[in-house]
């Protein structure tokens, strides 16, 4: 049973960081590319960033330069890491995983950036 397990959100302030993790579970990680996106309140879910299996790292304009994906295959686990958090990052993330032509969410991780 494929899982995906996203931790790390919390509240912080303007200027601040978090590091979100998505710990994944019943599917071959190191083969697969992992997405993260973000849902704000009353608004469309938005892509953040993705890391291929190879390596190959993309970010929405929104967040590049302040937020880093990451993975680390022997623990079938990827990351996020938020810097500058801006008020307009509020919003739930959620870890994304395409594997063998399956969709596959966790169930989000709240981020909530205020003062």
């Known amino acids: 049973q494929v899982q995906l397990v996203e931790s790390g959100g919390g509240l912080v302030q303007p200027g601040g960081s978090l590091r979100l993790s998505c710990a994944a579970s019943g599917i071959g990680f190191s083969n697969t590319a992992m997405d993260w996106h973000r849902q704000a309140p009353g608004k469309q879910r938005e892509w953040v960033a993705r890391i291929t299996r190879g390596g190959f790292i993309a970010y929405a304009d929104s967040v590049r330069g302040r937020f880093t994906i990451s993975r680390d295959n022997a623990k079938n686990t990827g990351y996020l890491q938020m810097n500058s958090l801006k008020p307009e990052d509020t919003a739930i993330y959620y870890c994304?995983?395409?594997?063998?032509?399956?969709?596959?969410w966790g169930q989000g991780t709240q981020v909530t950036v205020s003062s």
């Open positions: 994304n995983i395409v594997w063998l032509e399956n969709d596959y």
